[in-house]
């Protein structure tokens, strides 16, 4: 199977107090081209390996709606999220040719989140170093303007009423020209 034709769908999930990306554990199994049914599958792989529900998987039911006698009716199955780690080691078991290609896959794609998310955390470290220089000239701003502006503006108003002054036409009243 071509992974770049059929993208392995990833999540974020909580697993053990720790995010991390988890996969549907039903992917795994078709990559894998596993020829026993889904449940039986997951069910022995996670009692034969020791695998542990809320740290290496989470488990869920989904409903869905499916043709039956020319209608609908709706069925619940249990859906397994997986970790990276946890998909990996399924592929591993599985001594074959497509579980060493699908764990191999989970390897590269676990390194370029690990890439991604690095890159978006040098990045929040540059914009917060950033709001921090900001917040440091608007508060040395807001100082200035506290300090010094109390002590300009009336220095700056009465230097307006002076020119102010100066510039009003000015009559003569003392008839000083005899």
Known sequence: MNFENNLVQFSNVTLGDEQQ???????????????????????????????????????????????????????TTLEYVVSIGMAKELSMVEKTAKGREVRLYFIEQEKIARSVSQSIQVEIGKVMRHIEQITA??????????????????????????????????????????
């Open 21 to 75: 990306l988890g996969v549907n554990a039903r992917d795994v199994h078709l990559y894998l081209e596993s020829k026993q049914i889904f449940q039986n599958w997951i069910k022995r792989r996670i009692s034969q390996y020791g695998f542990v529900e809320g740290v290496d998987y989470l488990t869920y039911q989904s409903v869905n709606q499916v043709p039956h006698q020319g209608g609908f009716r709706e069925v």
């Open 137 to 178: 000239s608007l508060s040395d701003a807001g100082r200035f303007l506290s300090v010094v502006g109390k002590q300009t503006k009336p220095k700056l108003l009465k230097e307006l009423d002076d020119l102010v002054h100066q510039a009003q036409p000015r009559l003569n009243l003392y008839d000083d020209e005899k």
